[in-house]
C-alpha cells in the first residue's frame, strides 16, 4: 500500500506530444481542460492506481539542480499553481525535444495540480505528469428502435496508464519527492521518460537502503561466496532463507549485527566487508551500516531470495529452513544425490 493519499484534482492541461525524430510536432491545447465533477474518482483512478511501490526518487541534475527543466517548471507551478497550463507547454515541448527514438510513440500529454495530498504524513500539493500511448478498441451497445446495435471506437483504458510521475512539493532542495511509473516502454528508448525527461536519481530513505543492502548480500552468497570458498548451492540457500529472514524479523538493520548472526563464521565475515567495499566502488553505491529496515522493500526482494536446488531437468528442490535436514553425497558410481529428512509428508 501507498504511504500517501491523493484525493482532489483543482488543474488539466492536456497536449498531444508526437515523435521528434519522425517530425510529428505537439498540438498544444488552447486552454485548461474542463471535466465533470463526475469524473473526479475516474480521473484519480486512472492517474494514481498505477503506482503500487513506495520507492521514491529526487529530481537530480549531475552539476545543478536548477539545470533540470522539469524541476524549473514544477516550481514555478508550485509557487503560482494558476500558471500550470503556460508550464505545461514547456513542460511539453521538453518531453517532445526528449522523444528522439524511433519506438517511441506519440500521445496526449497531461499535467495535473493535486490539492491536499498528505505523504508520509505531511500535508503538500502535488504536480502530476502523465503520458497516456496506448489506445484500445472498445465496443459500444446501442439500442436502436428496440434492437441492440454494436459499434466499435478506440480509446484510452482507464486502467493502463502507460508513463507517470507524481511530484510531491516538499524537499525542494534535494529535487522533490517523486513516485514513478512506465509501464509501456522495454528496452533502449524506456530510458527517455526517467533518464532524459524526468531525469531522477532513486531517493535515499529506509526503502532504497534496506533494497540496497539486500542486493549486495544476494550478489554476495550467490556470485562471489562459491568464487572463494568451498561453498554447497544448500548452504548458499541456506544463508538465503538466514538473511531474508533477519530482515523480517529486525526492526532496524545494523552491519556487524548481520554479519554475525547470518554470517557467522570469521573468514567469511572478512570477505562480506571485503566485498561490500567492492561492490560500493563498482556501482558508486553507498551502503548505510544502519537504519530503519522497509517492510515494504523486503516483501518486494524476498520474491528473489526463493532458496531453489536445480537438479539437471528432473527435479527442484525449494529449501525453506533448516539446513542439517538435508545431505548431500556422492555415490561410488560417480552419481551425485541429496539425502532429505522430514516429519511429515503434506
Request: include cysteine; hydrophobic fraction near 35%.
Amino acid at each position: 500500500m501507498n504511504n500517501y493519499l491523493i484525493s482532489e484534482i483543482s488543474k488539466i492541461a492536456i497536449h498531444n506530444v508526437g515523435n521528434k525524430l519522425n517530425e510529428d510536432g505537439i498540438s498544444f491545447s488552447k486552454k485548461n481542460t474542463d471535466f465533470d465533477s463526475s469524473l473526479k474518482d475516474i480521473l484519480i483512478s486512472y492517474f494514481v492506481s498505477p503506482f503500487k511501490s513506495n520507492e521514491y526518487y529526487n529530481l537530480f541534475h549531475n552539476t545543478d539542480i536548477n539545470l533540470n527543466e522539469v524541476f524549473v517548471y514544477v516550481s514555478k507551478i508550485f509557487d503560482k499553481p494558476s500558471s500550470l497550463f503556460e508550464q505545461s507547454k514547456n513542460l511539453a515541448k521538453h518531453l517532445y525535444d526528449c522523444s528522439v527514438h524511433p519506438k517511441i510513440k506519440g500521445g496526449e500529454f497531461y499535467a495535473v495540480y493535486f490539492n491536499d495530498c498528505v505523504i508520509e504524513g505531511e500535508t503538500v500539493d502535488a504536480i502530476g505528469l502523465f503520458k497516456s500511448e496506448s489506445k484500445d478498441t472498445f465496443l459500444k451497445i446501442k439500442p436502436i428502435e428496440e434492437i441492440y446495435q454494436i459499434e466499435s471506437d478506440k480509446g484510452i483504458n482507464i486502467n493502463k496508464l502507460d508513463k507517470g510521475c507524481l511530484i510531491f512539493n516538499t524537499n525542494r532542495k534535494k529535487g522533490f519527492v517523486v513516485a514513478v511509473v512506465d509501464n509501456a516502454s522495454k528496452g533502449d528508448d524506456a530510458i527517455y521518460w526517467v533518464d532524459n525527461f524526468l531525469q531522477l536519481m532513486q531517493r535515499h530513505d529506509d526503502y532504497h537502503n534496506t533494497q540496497n543492502i539486500l542486493s549486495l548480500c544476494k550478489k554476495f552468497i550467490t556470485k562471489d561466496l562459491p568464487q572463494e570458498f568451498e561453498v554447497s548451492r544448500a548452504d548458499q540457500a541456506n544463508l538465503l532463507n538466514k538473511s531474508i529472514q533477519f530482515f523480517k524479523d529486525k526492526d532496524s538493520f545494523d552491519m556487524d549485527e548481520f554479519a554475525h548472526e547470518v554470517i557467522e563464521q570469521p573468514d567469511l565475515i572478512k570477505r562480506f566487508h571485503k566485498f561490500k567495499s567492492e561492490y560500493q566502488e563498482q556501482t558508486d553505491t553507498n551502503i548505510s551500516e544502519n537504519f530503519t529496515i522497509s517492510d515494504t522493500a523486503v516483501k518486494k526482494q524476498a520474491r528473489v531470495f526463493k532458496s531453489v536446488l536445480k537438479l539437471d531437468k528432473n527435479f527442484h528442490i525449494y529449501i525453506h529452513g533448516n539446513r542439517e535436514l538435508i545431505e548431500q553425497g556422492v555415490e561410488k558410481d560417480g552419481r551425485k544425490f541429496y539425502k532429505i529428512y522430514f516429519n511429515e509428508e503434506h
